[in-house]
């Protein structure tokens, strides 16, 4: 089975740091995405980890240790748009299961 | 750049209506999936497709069905729309190999069925 957890919603203030994690247990795993959605629009592909250790791409960076089962995503220097959705999935056998997604809202 | 693209954004139909989603990219991408979003549930996957002619069923397969004649072209099926269809459904493709993993999205659909 599958089963991916993160927070529900968070907030932070611009220019602040936030790091969402995510929790997973799974039956197969490959690697770990990060996508970031606005409301009404399609997820896009921040981050990919497929081995252990912090991944670094400008102001986000994303962490995964597969013997915990966790991985984080760190954002830097919060700007307003970066109010949105942020999607964990894990890519198993041949298919990619999502958590339900966190919800960060970003104030002045 | 990847582009996906889906048939309509919006869209309203009838109970026992038979609703058509149409997702096309090109990328030659050889997997195509369809997930609908539903607040509090997240994405969940429906059905994907591996080639031309051929299909699996995802976690929530019930009331759907898919066509894949072409490569670049996977169609999403109601045959007969129920209330509880309502929803955003979005399309995605990856390539084939290792290193193509990234599922790129299409703009989403969102239908009401009333």
């Known amino acids: 089975g599958q089963n991916i957890d993160q927070p529900t919603e968070m907030t932070a203030t611009e220019g602040a740091i936030v790091q969402i994690n995510c929790t997973y247990q799974t039956s197969g795993f490959n690697g770990l995405f990060w996508y970031q959605q606005h409301a009404g629009e399609a997820p896009t592909f921040l981050s990919y980890n497929v081995l252990d250790g912090l991944e670094e791409k400008g102001r986000f960076s994303s962490f995964l240790s597969r013997s915990k089962g966790y991985s984080y995503l760190l954002l830097k220097e919060l700007q307003m748009k970066d109010s949105a959705s942020y999607l964990c999935?894990?890519?198993?056998?041949?298919?990619?299961?999502f958590g339900k997604g966190t919800m960060l809202l970003v104030s002045p | 750049d990847v582009k996906v693209t889906q048939s309509s954004r919006y869209l309203v139909k009838r109970t026992g209506e038979k609703v058509f989603l149409e997702c096309v990219q090109d990328?030659?991408?050889?997997?195509m999936f369809w997930y609908r979003q539903d607040p509090g549930l997240g994405l969940r996957l429906i059905y994907f497709s591996y080639d031309v002619k051929m299909k699996e069923k995802g976690d929530i397969p019930e009331g759907y069905s898919v066509s894949r004649e072409k490569k670049e072209r996977f169609s999403l099926i109601l045959e007969s729309a129920s209330t509880n269809q309502t929803s955003m459904y979005l399309c995605?493709?990856?390539?084939?190999?290792?290193?193509?993993?990234?599922?790129?999205f299409g703009p989403g659909t969102r239908l009401l069925v009333l």
């Open positions: 995605a493709s990856t390539g084939p190999h290792p290193g193509q993993e990234t599922q790129y």
């Open positions: 999935a894990v890519s198993g056998y041949s298919t990619l299961t």
């Open positions: 990328m030659d991408h050889e997997n």
